[in-house]
């Protein structure tokens, strides 16, 4: 499904909403391709204009959207596809390279991990599901924010048997150290819950980013595994690339953004879940030690 809301008329101009508008501008993005973005997540055309139009930057801060892209990272986190591979054989287990989009780097593997796997991380995870919270850009802390309605939670790395087993596996995978990567992120979406379209990587221009970067330096990709099928809903969708990815049990959608910046087309979010649950396992990997 491509619309983040049911129903335009309930639409609302949300303070999240705005911020990220505003993120848009200062990073250089253009009001028609905010425009298309907004369009191809769900929202309203009249509200989607309405948004933009009260967004949109004074004269006196003009030159932010003419700004420079940030430089290109000089290694990045990839698996090795030169041979074409239908499966990548990893120490412990065979993956599937079920898509690639190579121009933008987004891949889907099948089979990352076993449904046992996927079971074991749901329950080791849910006695400690809290509300799921977003980086806040003024301070590098974090918040809760309206565009994220999930539960969830961050294991630390290597904290059990299960997670060191899955962060070796990934690393082999993504020839990235496991040392430069967050711990797992696991979410829960229930009924209804979905996550508004967004970046990962922490915006340049944002004061709180400083402190975010010195744990470890910019994000670089982003590796979603899906711990359960929801009956009905719970996409993971890239409205610039009008690519839409189902959660599958086990599966794992992997993209990967050169620079914190919109030209990267790494736009996404989880569409609403309208049947059953979706639980996500999340890993960041960054471009230096994160500790």
């Excluded at 996409?235 to 919109?262: M, Q, W």
Aim: charged share 20%; net charge negative.
């Amino acid at each position: 499904m491509r619309s983040t809301q049911n129903q335009p008329s309930v639409q609302a101009v949300t303070p999240a909403l705005r911020s990220w508008i505003a993120e848009q501008f200062a990073a250089g993005c253009l009001a028609p391709d905010i425009l298309q973005s907004m369009r191809a997540s769900g929202w309203d055309d009249a509200v989607a204009r309405a948004a933009l139009q009260a967004g949109m930057p004074g004269p006196g801060t003009a030159a932010l959207t003419q700004q420079a892209q940030p430089a290109i990272a000089t290694a990045m986190p990839t698996p090795d596809l030169s041979a074409a591979p239908s499966v990548i054989h990893l120490p412990d287990r065979s993956v599937q390279v079920l898509m690639s989009l190579a121009r933008h780097r987004v891949l889907l593997f099948g089979g990352l991990l076993s449904h046992d796997e996927c079971d074991a991380l749901v329950a080791l995870a849910a006695p400690r599901m809290a509300r799921s919270e977003t980086v806040d850009h003024r301070t590098g802390g974090s918040e809760v924010n309206d565009a994220r309605t999930s539960d969830g939670m961050f294991f630390e790395r290597g904290e059990a048997p299960l997670i060191v087993r899955i962060e070796a596996r990934i690393a082999a995978l993504l020839n990235w150290p496991v040392d430069k990567g967050e711990g797992l992120q696991v979410l829960h979406y229930r009924n209804g819950a979905q996550y508004l379209p967004h970046f990962d990587y922490f915006d340049p221009a944002q004061p709180g980013t400083p402190a975010v970067l010195a744990r470890g330096g910019q994000r670089l990709a982003t590796l979603i595994m899906y711990l359960s099928t929801p009956e009905r809903g719970g996409a993971t969708i890239f409205p610039d690339l009008d690519l839409e990815v189902a959660p599958t049990k086990g599966h794992a959608v992997f993209f990967s953004y050169e620079r914190p910046h919109p030209s990267t087309q790494t736009l996404h979010g989880g569409a609403p879940v309208t049947q059953g649950d979706k639980w996500v396992a999340t890993k960041w990997l960054r471009e230096g030690v994160f500790g």
